[in-house]
């Protein structure tokens, strides 16, 4: 198979070649990345430094001339790029409409044109709004869309993109939507990696209003199972919910995190709550579980234990691009 991967300098992309080519050795990889903030360039070190069959381009989605390119070399599509931080599209929509819809628009026209034999696309459980914090009911691939963020709007954008690209020009798609990743490469402005690394420097840790915002928590392996699974078994046209059983607000997380540090709680702080904040997310996977045999295997426990440790080996990695993170930590913490 011959794979092209955009977005693969990032977090759950580059999780996705690390996976993909440990099991798949014969397989060849194309990733496609604009690298922006979020994208670290030892990233790309690690996966050239561990794969032969690896090759880099840095490039936008959104640039027909690249794309085409590359399209025409492979046979499946994986597309995990996109602008992904709330806060951010909060701040600049634009840049969001860009890279999650005209980017998608870019890649599903020259997979068409190209015949590409798999399109899928990796999307997000915020496309479906929120949830109420004290119900049972949980997100499912029959659930309507109400995205209440410029970020999770452009998400849904594409994904009826990828959906519309199926009905009208028979693209072979699949699509899955996920909840909050967490774990290796992931870069440190997002609340899991920012609390890792500013607890282990024994610097504060911010949460917005309460903590009580609930998020089902997805180990990115268990995320990358999944994609393989849909990759290999998934009916065209599609889509698949994964979710990882870890349903935690913000203080639990901060709370397991710190008892894994053995820091004190003293390191919270409260802070203004963020404009819109969605109560709830959680997903029911029942569908990729009944009829792919894909479940989640590490419970949140094991999954951030793994995760600590990650980041306290590889301070090389997250050290040269935490500038920004510590600058957007210390503005949320001026606000408690």
């Not at 409409?97 to 068409?112: C, D, E, F, H, R």
Request: net charge positive.
């Amino acid at each position: 198979m011959k794979l092209l991967i955009t977005g693969g300098a990032g977090f759950i992309g580059s999780n996705f070649i690390n996976y993909w080519l440990s099991k798949h050795k014969k397989d060849l990889i194309i990733n496609l990345d604009m690298m922006t903030y979020c994208a670290n360039p030892l990233t790309i070190k690690y996966h050239k430094k561990n794969f032969s069959n690896y090759k880099f381009i840095k490039g936008n989605i959104c640039n027909e001339k690249i794309v085409s390119e590359l399209v025409s070399q492979v046979d499946t599509i994986v597309h995990f790029a996109a602008e992904s931080h709330v806060d951010r599209s909060i701040k600049n929509p634009n840049q969001f409409i860009k890279t999650n819809v005209v980017g998608t628009q870019t890649l599903l026209s020259k997979a068409s044109e190209f015949n590409i034999k798999r399109f899928h696309h990796i999307s997000t459980d915020e496309v479906f709004g929120t949830l109420e914090l004290n119900s049972n009911e949980k997100f499912n691939e029959e659930t309507p869309y109400k995205p209440r963020s410029p970020y999770s709007a452009s998400k849904a954008a594409s994904d009826h993109l990828v959906k519309a690209y199926f009905e009208t020009y028979k693209l072979p798609v699949t699509i899955t939507n996920c909840s909050n990743n967490y774990g290796p490469f992931q870069f440190p402005e997002k609340v899991i990696p920012l609390y890792i690394t500013r607890l282990m420097r024994n610097k504060p840790i911010p949460i917005y209003g309460e903590g009580k915002a609930i998020r089902d928590y997805l180990y990115v392996e268990d995320h990358c199972r999944a994609i393989e699974c849909v990759l290999k078994k998934g009916q065209i046209g599609e889509t698949y919910c994964i979710g990882g059983d870890s349903e935690r607000n913000t203080a639990q997380v901060a709370n397991t995190i710190l008892k894994e540090l053995n820091k004190s709680k003293e390191l919270i702080r409260h802070t203004k709550d963020r404009p819109g904040h969605d109560p709830r997310y959680a997903i029911d996977h029942s569908k990729i579980t009944k009829e792919l045999g894909w479940k989640p295997i590490l419970s949140f426990k094991q999954g951030i234990k793994k995760t600590i440790k990650w980041y306290k080996k590889n301070k090389d990695w997250w050290k040269p691009i935490s500038k920004k993170s510590e600058e957007i930590a210390e503005k949320y913490l001026s606000n408690t």
